[in-house]
């Protein structure tokens, strides 16, 4: 529970869902967290917007889902209040949405 101040707070759930995130007084924070991220992924250019209406017929994009989390200094007090969009991957279809996969692995050799 807050104080009524408004300095960052984090409760003992320390991954709120988006919903509850934005139901909660720190709903700002969330949203500063929020547009920080989508303005990395805008920069680093890994994704494309694509409104539905040019979708081909039977496709349907790629949903995501925004990921909180609240990061704490070593005294327990938030220092940041960190959201990640999240792809479902789960939802592709192999040989619809994608052709191979990959995954990234360390050599020995490379370190």
Known sequence: MTDGSLKPYCDDDND???AK???SPEHEYWIAGAYEEL?????LQVFILVPRSSMPK???PLKGKLVC???QDDTGKVIRYKVRYVAKGFTQIPG???DKTTAPTAWLKSL
């Open 96 to 98: 619809l949405n994608f």
């Open 21 to 23: 995130a934005m139901a």
């Open 69 to 71: 989390k609240c990061k």
């Open 16 to 18: 709120p869902k988006w």
């Open 39 to 43: 303005q990395s992924l805008e920069d």
């Open 58 to 60: 039977g496709r349907c």
